[in-house]
């Protein structure tokens, strides 16, 4: 495609109002004076237009068609911009240019055709290029020269000598490392980096970052987007690759976050430092728009847990807009590419990707260009699902007159409320038998209180905080209770909230650093950002939730520092709550199929 020569023809000029002809003007080249006019289009509008252009144009699809507009006005799917009637506009006035290029659809108004693909790719290179000029000339103008880049703290360079990592990569991550290297050099500047939860992508995507700054590519700006709850642990990970990390908080009550160590608060909106790693929360990105977008001719941006990113909301929309416009690249990062059944989330991830138009029909062949390690660490993992039973016979007579005859009832006329008050039943019963396989578990195989046997304790998912306290407090009563469990307290559990996560390992807990705790509970909601490796068994109800939280949850356990040969993940469920499994395991093989065509390496 780099040595491919066109002919178009060339159209007499028209000096209508472009706005009155593009709708009826056609042809299968390009005006005289047509570059020209191009650069009269650049030097006009106002800079979030130019943003929205290159957007838009940055595509192999057939067509480019802008957000389109439900009837209250909002975003239909992907969030409506305010400058998109200019950016219409301007589109026009573009294909009244270069019709060969680009072509409105009539009765579509939002939509135009790509009747010559490379015309314009070739023509969007020259738009990026114009765009740039005049961003550098508008900096300059602006004495944004070098007195201003020192008042910021910029030395001019990226300080990559002093990056190593703090330990020797896996197999798994130097070919992954490898694979986007390659992808770089043949002009793909972004990645769509899958590799099981702890499997070290923090430490794949540094040594790509490592590449790309020895070999001049690495812009002035990178933006690394997380979830909150993993920013201490991916902070961590970039200081000790030797890393200088901000951490941008917009907002008003930035002053209740605990700062990590080594990691700089950055509160200034207005811009961010250069040669370091801003690191900004998913939600904050879409309070950050204006800045990230005029940062883009030198920005490089990371997304990490991308998968929060599918659902058709404004988090969604800015985090694609901006990676599509980052100059510099993206890598877009998770160990779950999917949240259920519903593949064509993942379409517009892919088209970053891939030089050609995604759709259904040809979505697995553009999954074959993810940069996908599927990591053998030799950990055999029983999963075993849990039937719990009703502690009285009222309790299951009570649950049988509430549902409908396919939940296993004789309720013909079940209702929401009936429904709501099943399940509440169903997660009582399944509680008291999450307690006493977890003392069970703590007893006969774990050995707990055995320090000569002790291999480790139990990792429990709660539905949300009030049944996290509510299980703190039967495990504590429950214990007391048996002559074959030691007594546990409230001191002997950690329990994962918004503010306290845990790095619970085999080597931390040798070195004294933490607590070796026998049982920790998190929530569904808290899925990521912390290490639990240390422990041996995952008990778990069925919840409603996505495959992306129940895969993170998972693998929360089975990490590349985790010792045992094999781990014990144990589902509990009851009445209506098992046909929620059986939904969860349809969900399961859409990950199967992907991870499926991912390289396979043993640790």
Known sequence: MRHLKLQVPVHSRIESDADEVALSYHGDGIQERAIQGLEELIAAPPEPVLNRVLYYLDTFNRDVALNDIARDGAGMEYQVNLWDAFTYRWLLRFSTLFPGALRPIPHRLNCFIVPNGPLLWFLFGRIQTLVKNRRNEQRTNAAFGHAAAAANGDGGQWNYTAWRSPFAPWLHQQEAVRDMEVRREKGRRNHYLHAPMGAGKTLIVSLYILHLAQRGLLPRHIVWTLPGEAIESVSGELNAFGFQVDWMLPQKDSSKKVIPEGVTKQANVQGLRPH????????DLRKLPDLLRSLADELFIVVDEVHKTLAATQRTTITLEIARLARGGCVAMTGTPTVDNKIYKLVPWLSLMVRFPVNLRNFWAACNSMVSQQVDTGIRVHMQEVEAQWTSREEEQRYRSLVP??????????SQKDID??????????????????????????HYGKVEQWKGGVFLEAKDEQHQNELIAALVRESRKRDDVRVLTEGDIFKITGGASL??????VALGEVKDYPIVITTTRKSAGYTLSRLKAFVSLVYPSNLATRLQLAGRLNRLSQAAKELDYYKVHIGLLTSI??????????DKALK???VRIPT
């Open 421 to 446: 008050q099943a399940k509440k039943l169903c997660y009582n019963a399944c509680t008291q038998h999450m307690v006493q396989l977890t003392l069970d578990l703590l007893h006969d195989k774990l």
């Open 276 to 283: 370091v790693i801003t690191l900004i929360e998913h939600d």
């Open 405 to 414: 005859d396919k939940l296993g009832g004789t309720n013909s006329h079940a």
């Open 596 to 598: 499926d065509m991912g």
């Open 503 to 508: 790095h619970l390992t085999d080597k931390t």
């Open 581 to 590: 499994l059986h939904y969860h395991d349809q969900a399961a093989s859409i």
